[in-house]
């Protein structure tokens, strides 16, 4: 059993910049592909970033490409998301998810993760 719990969120003006935190529990955090998805009101929930649980492959989804990057810190049963030059289509509820599969093509599909923590408000004023 993983519990993921996410921080970091808040409210920024566009161009802006902030990272949200995941913190995991369970000993082998590590071997989870971890992932961030969002979910706007009125919208689905859409993938955003994935990282292997080798930590050397990352995904991440279109709208976001070169301006957020996801990492891990094993060692802190942590991952993070770096996001940069915000835009108000950015605001959302951001999860943190985790999957025990070792797969990876999956990896933008919201089933493919068993575990998802309680969400984080981001807010990106113009």
């Known amino acids: 059993q993983v519990h993921l719990v996410e921080s970091g969120g808040g409210l920024v003006q566009a161009g802006g910049s902030l990272r949200l935190s995941c913190a995991a529990s369970?000993?082998?955090?590590?071997?989870?592909?971890m992932a961030w998805f969002r979910q706007a009101p009125g919208k689905e929930r859409e993938f955003v970033a994935a990282i292997k649980w080798s930590g050397s492959i990352t995904d991440y989804a279109d709208s976001v490409k070169g301006r957020f990057t996801i990492s891990r810190d094993d060692a802190k049963n942590t991952v993070y998301l770096t996001m940069n030059t915000l835009k108000p289509e950015d605001t959302a509820v951001y999860y943190c998810?985790?999957?025990?599969?070792?797969?990876?093509?999956?990896?933008?599909?919201?089933?493919?993760?068993?575990?998802w923590g309680q969400g984080t408000q981001v807010t990106v004023s113009s």
């Open positions: 369970g000993r082998t955090f590590s071997r989870y592909t």
């Open positions: 998810a985790a999957s025990q599969s070792t797969g990876w093509i999956a990896r933008q599909r919201a089933t493919y993760y068993d575990y």
